[in-house]
T-cell receptor, first 114, second 105 residues
Framework: DTEVTQTPKHLVMGMTNKKSLKCEQHMGHRAMYWYKQKAKKPPELMFVYSYEKLSINESVPSRFSPECPNSSLLNLHLHALQPEDSALYLC?????????????FGPGTRLTVL | QKEVEQNSGPLSVPEGAIASLNCTYSDRVSQSFFWYRQYSGKSPELIMSIYSNGDKEDGRFTAQLNKASQYVSLLIRDSQPSDSATYLCAVFMRFGAGTRLTVKP
């Protein structure tokens, strides 16, 4: 299996909702990432997990809470989001921790916050 | 803050021509450089990685790296309409703004 999967594909939520994004890979990769991409902009790094431990948090607001239950799974818990958080959320994985390694992206979750 | 900059584009080339995409970066420590292709509405797809000075070829794609000049480029030979996409340069988990390439039949 050489792909990264993400669920759901689309998510619409209100500002008071709590929801979660899920990401899964079965390539044996030990690093996983969350990126946020706004329209016509490049992906922006949010979080990096290396060997299931959070290694980088790019000063992301606490309304975004990542979780890595095991080496294959990555979640992003969302709570009290703002309309400006609407974006494409991308998960990626790499064989080892990140700066020097090729990353493989999932298809993304398109999030709309009303 | 590590910066990655790309020529802003958009870039339009006729079918069969060579498309040249450029990227500069500010961090002298970086060792690995990546080119991703992103079709509209899709996620980025890795097309080339380069780690050493010089050229690396893969099919119609050639990546060129010059660490002294902090410069990496991507050449697409015999461009096809299916190459029309945004090309993103990535260094140290940071992406450039991307160059939108259109290949006209």
């Amino acid at each position: 299996d050489t792909e990264v999967t993400q669920t759901p594909k689309h998510l619409v939520m209100g500002m008071t909702n709590k929801k979660s994004l899920k990401c899964e890979q079965h390539m044996g990769h030990r690093a996983m990432y969350w990126y946020k991409q706004k329209a016509k902009k490049p992906p922006e790094l949010m979080f990096v997990y290396s060997y299931e431990k959070l290694s980088i948090n790019e000063s992301v607001p606490s309304r975004f809470s990542p979780e890595c239950p095991n080496s294959s799974l990555l979640n992003l818990h969302l709570h009290a989001l703002q309309p400006e958080d609407s974006a494409l959320y991308l998960c990626a994985s790499s064989q080892v921790d990140g700066a020097d390694d090729e990353q493989f992206f999932g298809p993304g979750t398109r999030l709309t916050v009303l | 803050q590590k910066e990655v900059e790309q020529n802003s584009g958009p870039l339009s080339v006729p079918e069969g021509a060579i498309a040249s995409l450029n990227c500069t970066y500010s961090d002298r420590v970086s060792q690995s450089f990546f080119w991703y292709r992103q079709y509209s509405g899709k996620s980025p797809e890795l097309i080339m990685s380069i780690y050493s000075n010089g050229d690396k070829e893969d099919g119609r794609f050639t990546a060129q790296l010059n660490k002294a000049s902090q410069y990496v480029s991507l050449l697409i030979r015999d461009s096809q309409p299916s190459d029309s996409a945004t090309y993103l340069c990535a260094v140290f988990m940071r992406f450039g703004a991307g160059t939108r390439l259109t290949v006209k039949p």
